[in-house]
């Protein structure tokens, strides 16, 4: 608070009163003063006046110290914060504005809210501190490339099983496409990469980590360095197959579109799953076909270029057959093909020593020579601990009676050998 005969002025206010005065002691025009300040002619004319009658205070506005008139009243600040600390404790103040619209039909700005639950200790903002990192511009056109990844977080807060979402994000446009899974896999981001096809199109390249699955971790085979190739995953070998181009992130900063999609989507989906009730992997689903639209119209931009670069399936081309977990078995002479510790019988009498086993994503199991579909029967065989047990009778060991020949034998040996013995020791006595 000033002192007594004090005023507190702005340096905006202090500027306004050198040429306010200006202007009264004929230095400058009243014009030339509008002009320098940015204001109507009006509004100086005013200010002079003002400050002929009230002195240097009459340039500072009237209104300075007086609550706003559009201010909102206490109870409704009071009810707010009551609301927000009973359903929305750990919203931030932009996501609890859009809830106590849309649930309580309570419209606060957010910046409104922001300030009050500072003011009550309810919420704290805080700045992190970061690395400089190159900035990346986006790509100028949809489909040109698309950020993949899984997050592996509590979705379901407790209330249901752990669950990954795969999620996909256009690099140029920042539309988003997500789907949750128990794990993160080659058959979770297949059946998600065939889902995304099937709504948006093929993309021209993907963006994703090193993670096993988008890359394999394997050694070049003695074929592959003749080659001068590198093994492929499964994942890899379906893009090749498709056209796409993949591109592997060396660090998580450098694919930080979909990095801070799973930060947003860690904080306001799992509010509004909680909202609804949702406590598994189904009803997860369900709700992201209502939440993705609503998410994208909000969010997502306008590209650069208008030509949207995802191309359609071609008809010749079979999408399930080129996302499938493709691998090369040996055919047995009994025409037996063992594959996941099952043994499945060829129907077909082929020339051949290798077939390729083909895993949809369904589960099922097709198995191909030259391109061509072979007709097989799983053979159901038990494991050794459903085989009935081998049993061994252990035989009493056999031995002769007293008066069998062999005993017979063996006692005139013996009473022979003794007779020798005692003749000796005889002879040695000199009897």
Not at 18 to 23: M, P, Q
Not at 114 to 130: F, N, P, Q, T
Not at 204 to 229: F, G, I, Q
Not at 321 to 332: D, G, H, P, Q, Y
């Amino acid at each position: 608070m000033a002192e007594k005969g004090f005023l507190i002025m702005s340096q905006r206010d202090l500027n306004r009163l050198f040429l306010i005065k200006g202007a009264l002691g004929g230095e400058v025009t009243q014009a030339t003063a509008a002009e320098l300040l940015g204001l109507s002619v009006r509004q100086i004319r005013r200010m002079v006046q003002r400050v002929k009658i009230e002195g240097d205070r009459g340039i500072i506005h009237r209104s300075r110290g007086r609550p706003s008139n559009r201010r909102l009243p206490g109870e409704m600040r009071e009810k707010v914060i009551a609301l927000y600390r009973k359903k929305y404790n750990d919203f931030g103040p932009t996501l609890a504005s859009e809830k106590l619209f849309e649930i309580d039909q309570i419209k606060v700005n957010e910046e409104t809210l922001r300030v009050w639950l500072i003011g009550s200790g309810d919420w704290k903002g805080s700045r992190k501190g970061r690395k400089h990192r190159r900035w990346r511009e986006r790509k100028n056109h949809f489909g040109e490339m698309v950020q993949i990844d899984g997050s592996h977080h509590d979705w379901f807060e407790g209330r249901g099983e752990k669950a990954v979402l795969m999620g996909y994000i256009d690099d140029a446009t920042g539309k988003v496409f997500c789907r949750f899974y128990s794990y993160e896999g080659t058959i979770p981001v297949m059946d998600s990469f065939k889902r995304y096809v099937r709504k948006y199109g093929i993309p021209a390249s993907v963006y994703l980590d090193m993670h096993s699955t988008y890359k394999s971790t394997a050694k070049p085979t003695t074929e592959e360095n003749l080659r001068n190739a590198e093994p492929l995953s499964e994942f890899e070998r379906a893009m090749k197959e498709l056209g796409v181009q993949v591109i592997h992130a060396m660090s998580p900063q450098a694919k930080g579109r979909i990095e801070r999609l799973f930060g947003t989507l860690q904080d306001r989906l799992v509010k509004e799953m909680r909202l609804k009730g949702i406590s598994n992997i189904e009803e997860a689903n369900e709700f992201l076909k209502e939440y993705l639209p609503k998410h994208n119209r909000r969010f997502a931009i306008a590209p650069e270029e208008r030509e949207n670069l995802h191309r359609r399936v071609s008809k010749g081309m079979n999408l399930d057959r080129v996302l499938c977990i493709k691998s090369e078995r040996t055919l047995k002479n009994d025409f037996t093909v063992s594959y996941e510790n099952k043994i499945y019988q060829i129907e077909e009498r082929i020339s051949a020593k290798k077939v390729i086993v083909e895993e949809m994503l369904n589960g099922s199991i097709v198995m191909r020579y030259k391109g061509s579909a072979l007709r097989i029967r799983e053979i159901e065989t038990r494991s050794r601990a459903e085989k009935e047990p081998h049993i061994v009778v252990l035989k009493k060991r056999w031995r002769p009676s007293a008066e069998h020949p062999w005993r017979q034998g063996f006692k005139r040996v013996r009473g022979v050998e003794s007779g020798r013995k005692e003749e000796r020791q005889f002879t040695q006595v000199g009897v």
